[in-house]
């Protein structure tokens, strides 16, 4: 037999699986469906008695009790198994859930942090919640409320109560934070909790869920932070969300108007100051520190979807000649120093979005002053459409060598001419194309489509007709492609593309209404992994050219458009490798809804052997209480797919996952 694993890798195997992370257990908005986990974590511990033993500690650590009878499943786990208590070092309660939280905090000694709701489902109470509290000890508390009840309900008047009078008496509470502070009034649950956190023995952080923007407004102190402020043994307030905006100069005079509050707060808003420290080991190595600083720059300008010159309005188009005065935030990594600027204009330069005409302006006179800056340049976003954005991108394109990507959503329409010399001057290297093409009064030569021999990403959208005397068979035209899409075309563009070999192709979406396409997908339906089509183009004879397509996209929209799509996959050859549908609507509405709900009571999944996944885009699972479950349409399509093995999906990708049922201790008699 073979050695056993050490249980050291176990652990490091099983902690990403069965480890929350404090964000998560924190997070005041966290999804509470009962399809936010896909699979039982618990299953992990019946695989073998080693990994139930490294598995336990790791699920037990962080418990998140998301419905009433999670909380009666847990209490009685305890109730057997005490020892499984000095396990939870991290609760978080989505409702009071009744009597069972009473065994579950009593059990629970070495709890440190625990997330409170000071807010309950329906019929709900806190009668266990306000019994346990008293028997715990937490290191981090956090409270979140709902502040828009009319009136406050009992059971929640209930908890405060209990909470108030318990907080003086936690020796270990270190950190509390603070529910929203929506009313910004004394009338909020902020100010009740206020006088109790001023007394706490130990408190050395309070935590606002708000931001420093929305807490000083006005230059007001809110009361209750000023209270909480007395106590001797506080050391920091910060923000839950913190800004990296600049302040407004009302906040820090605030802040420097009182004492108490330059000691405790930090005015950027990022927690305590601490002095930066240049590491010796980079002063001395100039090309590490070179390499260091390039990828924390890539990471600074690798998400930033900015415009080039982000300004909403777009009235005065002049060009500014006291540039530094007017540089937007996004450019000032480059201000730092000469070596942030050396290594970050590349990084900067690489992707740039021109969505205003001020934008446009300042990108195309910056290439004026500085044409080297042009061969940084490899994506392009154009946001705007009129005559003096084309004139303007002929002087772009010209200062531009090396253009991969190009695009604009529909916004740009291109002459042809220039996507003809777009071609010439792009085509060996340019690999994204989605900009609308105009088309000719005459027919025009398909070489075009010769040159674009690096394109993997391609969409078309033009009425061009092609000459189809010329013949691709033979040659390697856009032999990358990858992903083609198109949502409106002349039929002569399918010939043409029947006629190319285009072996990498594997996905295509098509959104051109009805219109011959027979021929394309004869040649090329076979290589497709993924189609995603409307369902004015959706026809029998082109689903069974896709024989092998995994993923199908669908869009239906209106009861003409289900039915066409109901006859084709009622129909259609079996196909053995499609794993997952998707249903996209153009609109979330009820009647969408009501439609997409139709059609997947009539779906039949026998042509679909292999079919793991129906995603619908246009739903979500409803709350956890039994009686709304039951009327949930959605829920017993649910159910019936997944007697097939096949799970009904939400736009997040939640599968529904129904929670096992709690019989009391007797059994059901």
């Known amino acids: 037999m073979g050695r056993a694993m050490p249980e050291e890798i176990i652990h490091e195997i099983l ?30 511990l019946l695989v073998c008695k080693a990994w139930l033993r490294v598995a336990t500690p790791l699920l037990y650590h962080t418990v998140i009790l998301r419905s009433k009878g999670q909380a009666q499943a847990l209490s009685v786990a305890l109730r057997c198994n005490p020892d499984l208590g000095q396990l939870i070092r991290k609760l978080r309660l989505q409702s009071g859930y009744g009597s069972s939280l009473h065994q579950i905090l009593r059990t629970t000694t070495k709890l440190t942090d625990i997330f409170i709701p000071v807010e309950f489902d329906e019929g709900d109470d806190a009668c266990g919640l306000c019994s346990g509290i008293p028997s715990i000890d937490p290191v ?13 309900p009992e059971p929640v008047r209930t908890l405060v109560s209990v909470l108030i009078e318990n907080i003086p008496k936690w020796k270990n509470l270190a950190t509390f934070e603070m529910p929203h502070d ?41 009361e209750y932070i000023s209270t909480v402020a007395q106590n001797a043994s506080l050391q920091e307030i910060r923000a839950k969300t913190r800004s990296r905006k600049a302040l407004k100069p009302g906040f820090l005079e605030t802040v420097q108007g009182n004492a108490r509050l330059q000691e405790l707060v930090d005015p950027n808003g990022f927690g305590p100051k601490k002095a930066f420290v240049y590491p010796p080991q980079l002063a001395a190595n100039p090309t590490v520190a070179d390499v260091i600083w390039d990828r924390i720059i890539y990471y600074v300008f690798r998400e930033d979807d900015d415009d080039f010159y982000p300004d909403d309005d777009d009235s005065d188009c002049d060009y500014f000649e006291n ?33 205003t005409c001020k934008s446009m302006l300042l990108f195309t006179a910056r290439l004026r002053l500085e044409p080297s800056l042009g061969a940084h340049v490899h994506s392009l976003f154009i946001g705007r459409n009129d005559q003096q954005t084309i004139d303007d991108l002929q002087n772009v394109f010209s200062r531009i060598p090396r253009l991969t990507e190009l695009y604009s959503v529909g916004t740009l329409i291109l002459p042809w001419r220039m996507f003809e010399e777009l071609t010439i001057r792009y085509g060996s290297h340019l690999d994204w194309f989605d900009i609308t093409v105009t088309p000719c009064a005459y027919k025009v030569d398909p070489i075009v489509f010769y040159r674009l021999s690096a394109m993997q990403n391609f969409t078309w959208n033009s009425d061009a007709e092609f000459y189809s005397t010329v013949t691709f068979a033979t040659s390697n035209a856009m032999n990358n492609l990858k992903e083609l899409s198109v949502s409106r075309a002349h039929p002569s563009f399918f010939v043409l593309l029947s006629q190319m070999q285009l072996p990498s192709l594997s996905t295509v979406t098509l959104q051109t ?94 042509p679909f052997p292999a079919l793991e996944e129906i995603r619908h885009l246009g739903f979500s699972w409803p709350p956890s209480a039994a009686p709304i479950l039951a009327d949930s349409p959605w829920v017993k399509l649910a159910e019936r797919f997944r007697a097939q093995n096949i799970h009904l999906v939400d736009p997040y990708g939640h599968r529904w996952r129904p929670r096992r049922e709690f019989v009391p201790e007797g059994g059901r008699g």
Not at 19 to 35: A, K, N, P, Q
Not at 140 to 152: L, Q
Not at 529 to 550: D, I, Q, T
Request: aromatic share 10%.
């Open 15 to 44: 902690s990403p699986a069965l480890s929350v992370s404090d964000d998560t257990f924190s997070d005041r908005h966290l999804y509470s469906s009962e399809s936010s986990s896909v699979e039982s974590s618990s299953a992990i």
């Open 140 to 152: 981090r508390v956090i409270v979140s409320y709902d502040p828009f009840e009319a009136t406050t």
């Open 182 to 222: 929506w009313q910004h009034s004394e009338a909020g649950h902020n100010e009740t909790f206020s006088s109790p956190l001023k007394v706490a023995p130990n408190l050395r952080t309070l935590v606002l869920s708000c931001n420093w923007r929305d807490l000083f407004r006005d230059g007001i102190i809110p």
């Open 323 to 355: 540039q530094d005065s007017k540089l937007p935030e996004r450019w000032e990594p480059l201000r730092v120093c000469k070596r942030f600027l050396r290594l970050g204009t590349p990084r900067f330069y690489n992707d740039i979005s021109l969505r």
């Open 513 to 606: 209404g009805k219109l011959d396409t027979r021929i394309f997908f004869k040649k090329h339906g076979a290589k497709l992994s993924k189609l995603f089509v409307g369902a004015l183009a959706f026809n029998l004879e082109m689903f069974n050219f896709c024989r092998n397509v995994k993923v199908l996209n669908v869009c239906v929209t209106s009861k003409a458009e289900q039915v066409a799509v109901e006859d084709v996959l009622q129909w259609c050859d079996t196909h053995c490798s499609l794993k997952q549908i998707v249903i996209n609507p153009k609109s979330f509405d009820a009647e969408e809804s009501a439609l997409a709900e139709l059609f997947l009571a009539k779906f039949d999944p026998t």
